[in-house]
């Protein structure tokens, strides 16, 4: 019923930027909240950025003043611009919405995750 679908992964050098993008599709009512996680090998998932359909941003400390979230609420999309990119923020990234949907019952309210887009930075 809904998918979520991340690019814009990649392997870039210390210093450099990405841009990463997700798209949220299917029966989508509204979306009250998309945002990025991140997990690095033998490390738990974190949560990096947030952003809620009225544009109130959340971020992880480390990423503050490199990171920055945004959205496109009409076309359910959510960005993810990093730069001054350092080899600890190498992970696999994740797009996350909190977010109503409908299907045969009615609507429902559920969290969705993407498969997840893999960001190298060498030193």
């Known amino acids: 019923q809904v998918q979520l679908v991340e690019s814009g992964g990649g392997l870039v050098q210390a210093g450099g930027s990405l841009r990463l993008s997700c798209v949220a599709s299917?029966?989508?009512?509204?979306?009250?909240?998309m945002g990025w996680y991140r997990q690095a090998p033998g490390k738990q998932r974190e949560l990096v950025a947030t952003i809620t359909s009225g544009g109130s941003t959340n971020y992880l400390d480390p990423v503050k003043g490199r990171f920055t979230i945004s959205s496109d609420n009409a076309k359910n999309t959510v960005h993810l611009q990093m730069n001054s990119l350092k080899p600890e923020d190498t992970a696999v990234y994740y797009c996350n919405a909190d977010l109503v949907y409908r299907n045969t019952y009615g609507y429902r309210r559920r969290d969705y995750w993407g498969q997840g887009t893999q960001v190298t930075v060498s030193s």
């Open positions: 299917g029966t989508i009512s509204s979306i009250n909240i």
